[in-house]
């Protein structure tokens, strides 16, 4: 699998939504469910930083890391 970006842990903590994420930190909330969803195949260390920046929260906290079966 890869890695994979979890990002509805944290904005669960946070008690944010999709849309007020991708309004602070500037990208379209179609982009930002690309990430959320899975299909993204790299992600901008810009976007990275913004995500942790208003999670409060480390690049760890978001990228998890699943090995290939097999």
Do not use: H
């Not at 970006?5 to 602070?24: F, H, Q």
């Not at 982009?31 to 195949?41: C, I, M, Q």
């Amino acid at each position: 699998m890869g890695i994979r970006v979890d990002i509805d842990v944290m904005l669960a903590r946070r008690k944010m939504g999709v849309g007020e994420l991708s309004e602070k930190i500037g990208i379209t909330p179609a982009n930002l469910a690309v990430l959320k969803n899975g299909r993204a195949k790299a992600v901008r260390f810009s976007t990275l930083e913004a995500l942790c920046r208003e999670l409060d929260c480390q690049p760890g906290d978001l990228l998890i890391f699943e090995p290939d079966a097999g």
